[in-house]
């Protein structure tokens, strides 16, 4: 069984036993207090208080020799390194997904988005192991502010899992992470604490697979 949860994640995970997680795959918030042309924000996105003890959990939650993959927040990223050690990952790999377009520009064009691959003990090494620059594919951000598209997640979550294995998103936003596990054949635990997007997320899934509506 799948499930989908509405609420904050510090709250959640605490009740969620050790080591039954097989992969975490999620996109916190980047601590740069977004807001999009439209005005959508992103909860929590304005302070790291969330950040040390979250990861924690995520730790705890994760079976042994497993794979956490980690969106992060480029000009943040001493505060996600903080917080991914001393939860006790180790870092393993990281990710580019190449934009084909500038979704901002400063003193340069922002032209791709990265993610750390974190390892909790000895994880086995993948048959065919993903490049780690990978071509992105925009989801249009119809259902979030910064909706990561499901062809970009699905690859990730068939190379680091098997069949029916679980992967928990944290911090699920619109729920792609969980929609590109349902649509793979995964068991998924999501969370969002926004009620608007997990409203958006579980209008997803519903029509896709079994969801536990819990809140």
Request: proline share 7%.
């Amino acid at each position: 069984m799948s499930y989908l949860f509405n609420g904050d994640c510090l709250d959640i995970l605490p009740q969620i036993p050790d080591d039954i997680v097989d992969f975490v795959l999620t996109d916190p918030p980047y601590l740069v207090n977004y807001r999009d042309r439209s005005g959508r924000s992103i909860a929590n996105d304005a302070n790291a208080d969330w950040l040390v003890p979250a990861f924690a959990e995520i730790y705890r939650v994760l079976r042994d020799d497993a794979l956490c993959v980690s969106f992060y927040g480029w000009n943040r990223v001493d505060l996600f390194f903080d917080a991914w050690k001393r939860a006790g990952f180790r870092v393993v790999g990281h990710l580019v997904f190449a934009k084909s377009y500038a979704s901002k520009a400063r003193f340069v064009k922002y032209q791709h988005e990265s993610a750390y691959l974190l390892a909790k003990g000895s994880p086995r090494l993948p048959e065919q192991p993903l490049p780690d620059v990978v071509r992105w594919t925009y989801s249009g951000n119809r259902h979030h502010p910064t909706e990561k598209s499901v062809d970009c997640l699905m690859p990730l979550i068939e190379t680091f899992t098997q069949p029916h294995q679980i992967v928990l998103d944290p911090f699920a936003g619109s729920g792609s992470t969980c929609v590109a596990a349902d649509q793979l054949d995964r068991r998924y635990i999501g969370i969002e604490l926004d009620p608007a997007w997990y409203s958006a997320a579980y209008a997803r899934l519903s029509h896709d697979a079994p969801v536990t509506h819990l809140d």
